[in-house]
């Protein structure tokens, strides 16, 4: 499971436009009148990862899990591609 949803992180991640930037730091003024904000790439921010684990659960729906027939271990594969289209079930149990 941890393996599944690291995966769908890390492809969401990816689907970010790298020049995407957003401001972080503190708003405040300082005494001369300046902010100390800074511009911070989008794609793996503590708001963009925030958004991201807010909706992940849903994305899980779009996994089966998988019985390895030697070790008898259980994993969690994708039912469907990102894409949309259907992917190979055989020996995957939906629940």
Known sequence: ??????????????QVDPRK??????????????QSVVEVPYAR????????????????KEYGEKVDPSTHRKSYVRVISHDGTKMDLSGVKID
């Open 1 to 14: 499971a941890c393996r599944a949803l690291v995966d769908e992180l890390e492809w969401e991640i990816a």
């Open 21 to 34: 930037t957003i401001q972080m730091g503190s708003f405040r003024i300082n005494p001369d009148g300046s």
């Open 45 to 60: 921010s503590e708001a963009h990862l925030t958004e991201l684990l807010e909706r992940i659960c849903e994305k899980m």
